[in-house]
């Protein structure tokens, strides 16, 4: 309850704030939207959608735990919501899924609840990506035509790659800290891997600036890149408007073809309608 008292004020100062948005900046598709069981009641799903239609979100990659979260949106906004499965099914199993025989049949059974269009965001690391349940997983969504959205190191990547190359995989944080030499590597090899951009480090330097590196790779690559807001805890959702401005700021640095594609044309061409 208290988490909920505290986020309540800041929902409403986050109404407020968007009335000052400027409406030239580019409509954002978001490659990373959690809505979790957290905010369910201070959130219900008509305000969640209100907030992201307010930050001008047209359309965006839906995930929760429990998954129920992203079915509730989706039946709110199903030309907006773009629902992706969880393997998760409670917080819990977040650290235990990717050896739990049962996961495979739990993915299963709510393919048939919804129109999901991948499966993610999930975390694996270490030995545990090559587990038989994962490799399982990777061929549900080879047979059911689903993108994967892991969120994993450099060194498990490569391996997920190697196994699932026919696959569309969007990379979540796009490795966070992942030297740009070792991402173009992959995109290099690898042409259905995307790259998502919600907390990746080292795009702007202190002053809000594209840095060299960055501005460059995005202008070579603006195929291969998605913005995401990644709203994994109650504070990120009242922090929308902020994160969707900070995403803008660097978007309008780029030329334009550049930043419509990554705001909005990679997702639609990943995950037409």
């Known amino acids: 309850m208290i988490k909920h008292v505290l986020l309540a004020p800041l929902i409403a100062f986050m109404v407020v704030f968007t009335a000052f948005a400027d409406e030239l900046l580019p409509t954002i598709h978001d490659g990373h939207i959690h809505?979790?069981?957290?905010?369910?009641?201070?959130?219900?799903?008509?305000?969640?959608?209100?907030?992201?239609?307010?930050?001008?979100?047209?359309?965006?990659?839906?995930?929760?735990?429990?998954?129920?979260?992203?079915?509730?949106?989706?039946?709110?906004?199903?030309?907006?919501?773009?629902?992706?499965?969880?393997?998760?099914?409670?917080?819990?199993?977040?650290?235990?899924?990717?050896?739990?025989?049962?996961?495979?049949?739990?993915?299963?059974?709510?393919?048939?609840?919804?129109?999901?269009?991948g499966i993610g965001e999930f975390h694996v690391f270490g030995p545990n990506i090559e587990t038989d349940i994962v490799l399982e997983i990777i061929e549900i969504a080879r047979q059911?035509?689903?993108?994967?959205?892991?969120?994993?190191?450099?060194?498990?990547?490569?391996?997920?790659?190697?196994?699932?190359?026919?696959?569309?995989?969007?990379?979540?944080?796009?490795?966070f800290d992942v030297p740009v030499a070792a991402l173009i590597e992959l995109m290099e090899e690898y042409p259905k891997l995307y790259i998502e951009l919600s907390l990746r480090e080292g795009i702007t330097d202190e002053d809000d600036v594209l840095t060299p590196e960055w501005r460059a790779l995005l202008i070579q690559y603006k195929d291969r890149f998605l913005i995401g807001m990644d709203t994994y805890k109650p504070s990120r959702w009242a922090d929308l408007p902020e994160i969707a401005e900070e995403s803008r700021h660097w978007l309008n640095q780029l030329p334009e073809d550049t930043a419509i594609a990554i705001a909005r044309g990679n997702l639609d061409r990943l995950l037409p309608k």
């Open 144 to 175: 059911n035509k689903l993108a994967l959205h892991p969120h994993t190191n450099l060194a498990e990547m490569r391996y997920l790659l190697s196994v699932a190359s026919d696959i569309p995989v969007l990379w979540a944080h796009g490795g």
């Open 35 to 117: 809505y979790d069981g957290d905010v369910w009641e201070i959130l219900p799903p008509d305000r969640a959608i209100g907030m992201l239609t307010d930050q001008n979100i047209q359309r965006a990659i839906v995930s929760a735990t429990p998954t129920e979260g992203a079915e509730l949106l989706y039946k709110e906004d199903p030309d907006l919501v773009i629902p992706f499965l969880r393997p998760y099914k409670n917080i819990r199993h977040r650290f235990l899924w990717f050896k739990d025989p049962t996961t495979p049949d739990f993915i299963r059974d709510h393919l048939k609840r919804a129109p999901y269009r």
